[in-house]
């Protein structure tokens, strides 16, 4: 029998951007209480656990990862009550709980930068007199004039004051915000940033660069990027985490110049995952997904804990959208669900929600926009769960404000009331797809097995007995014609016989 506290190695997670969730007092904001109120379905979906983006007191500069109070929860999305609550239920249905954890800077409204603003703990933050060449990763300089004259760092908006884990009482403070939290139940922590807290020593300029600083982490790497002293914190973090009962972990989010350097997160003296984003950056081709299906299980290996996938987060656009279509959207998941470890989902996928490109400017919240002109707003827009447009697609209760951010008129065909029984849904197809993968002995860790196939074709197989074939290209293919025979277990799209369409992935028992 696996280790229970090994939970996490193949578990599917469930994102829930709280804010954008569902609503529970009628205010257009989503909140604790409405991810309550859903938890019913969150276990009928068939995850493992769900992951909170911020619900922490915040003026929500940036959705609320510009943090003010770490240990209370921002009244616009309830209470600590209202968490305790949430948790309970949760575990009540057999569902993990991880949140958010965002060390890398506070809000400008923490009440320790408004001390720093009057001069009282200072080195606390990291102030120097003149600001050197690094830039935001929201675009613009990194740097901020304080009303004393000297400058503040802060690589995301300048409402989010980078903190200086030089500082032991900084230290102290996350070791402390580690134990309340996990004292309240939670089963882990996605650590925000991951790879940002420890800067180069003396603060030395990137100097001349082509394109965006925030974009070289290739071969030229940032001195405010993965500084070895990073991983002398995760090894202050590590005993606290071991020293809870029932599988208590942290997956970084870690953006890095290589494998090499990605492995350094992951051990027994550290964290217990990094996010693998090369899967969601992939092309929607047969030689994309094998390249970084291979490169990430390569990884994998390096550092002895299983891989992550995932196809959509808060930052990026949803992949319906990114691929193109909803058929490759669905054809990639169950591509995806098939892997060995475990699988982040983004809240509204199993939905087959695309990506809002027309919000209004004036209602746009992304720190980045006015900077960049890119913004994240088009993938956090509010969920649909029933009804009509007008009614906010139930994202809150009868006669509710209006949700926070408009929902298209498209999405009416898309709420979960009317995919509920709609076998041929995308809805149901996660369903069914998270059951199966539950239930086949093949699914879940384990390892694959490339079989030869045309060139926009992916055929694996898993032990015992699963096939899976993809088909990335414009014409059909069929099952005899690649030397296979089984029952469809699952189907992404529609078949004729044992004729596998273009954007389409197929489940086999052979």
Request: with cysteine; hydrophobic share 40%; aromatic share 10%.
């Amino acid at each position: 029998m696996p280790d229970p506290a090994d939970w996490w190695r193949d578990a599917v997670v469930y994102q829930v951007y709280p804010r954008s969730f569902a609503d529970s007092d009628g205010d257009g904001t989503g909140d604790l209480g409405g991810v309550v109120r859903r938890l019913p379905y969150l276990a009928e979906l068939g995850v493992d656990a769900l992951w909170l983006s911020p619900f922490y007191t915040s003026p929500l500069a940036d959705g609320g990862y510009d943090v003010a109070d770490y240990r209370d929860v921002d009244p616009r999305f309830g209470s600590l009550a209202d968490f305790d609550a949430l948790v309970a239920g949760a575990h009540e249905r057999g569902l993990r709980v991880i949140v958010d954890l965002v060390p890398n800077h506070t809000s400008s409204e923490h009440p320790w930068f408004q001390e720093a603003l009057q001069g009282r703990g200072k080195d606390r933050y990291i102030f120097r007199d003149e600001p050197n060449d690094w830039e935001s990763i929201f675009g613009g300089p990194a740097w901020t004039q304080a009303p004393d004259g000297s400058y503040y760092l802060h690589l995301f908006a300048p409402e989010q004051p980078d903190l200086n884990w030089d500082h032991p009482e900084v230290r102290a403070e996350f070791r402390s915000i580690l134990r309340f939290w996990l004292d309240r139940g939670v089963d882990g922590f996605r650590v925000d940033v991951a790879h940002g807290m420890v800067k180069a020593a003396g603060l030395p300029d990137v100097g001349p660069k082509e394109g965006r600083q925030a974009e070289m982490l290739g071969d030229e790497q940032v001195p405010y990027f993965d500084q070895d002293g990073v991983h002398e914190i995760y090894r202050e973090w590590r005993p606290i985490l071991d020293s809870y009962p029932g599988g208590r972990m942290a997956v970084a989010e870690a953006w890095v110049s290589s494998p090499a350097r990605l492995a350094r997160y992951v051990g027994p003296d550290e964290l217990h995952q990094a996010f693998n984003f090369e899967f969601m950056m992939a092309g929607f081709d047969a030689k994309s997904f094998r390249e970084v299906i291979d490169r990430s299980l390569a990884e994998a290996e390096i550092v002895g804990a299983p891989t992550t996938w995932v196809l959509s987060n808060h930052d990026k656009p949803r992949h319906v959208t990114r691929h193109g279509s909803l058929a490759r959207a669905r054809a990639a998941t169950l591509l995806m669900l098939a892997l060995p470890g475990s699988a982040y989902l983004y809240q509204g996928e199993e939905l087959g929600l695309d990506e809002v490109l027309d919000l209004p400017d004036e209602l746009r919240e992304d720190p980045a926009f006015l900077r960049t002109g890119e913004s994240r707003d088009g993938c956090r827009v509010p969920l649909p769960w029933s009804g009509t447009q007008a009614e906010g697609f139930g994202f809150g209760p009868a006669g509710s404000a209006a949700p926070w951010l408009p929902q298209p008129a498209s999405w009416a065909a898309l709420t979960a009331a009317a995919q509920e029984d709609d076998p041929g849904s995308t809805l149901t197809l996660y369903r069914e797809a998270l059951r199966l993968r539950k239930a086949h002995p093949a699914l879940g860790l384990g390892s694959i097995e490339w079989v030869e196939a045309p060139e926009e074709v992916l055929v694996l197989r898993r032990e015992p007995g699963f096939t899976l074939v993809t088909n990335t290209g414009e014409t059909p293919v069929t099952l005899s014609a690649l030397g296979l025979a089984g029952e469809v277990l699952l189907a992404s799209g529609p078949m004729a016989g044992e004729t596998v369409p273009p954007d389409t992935t197929v489940w086999l028992a052979r």
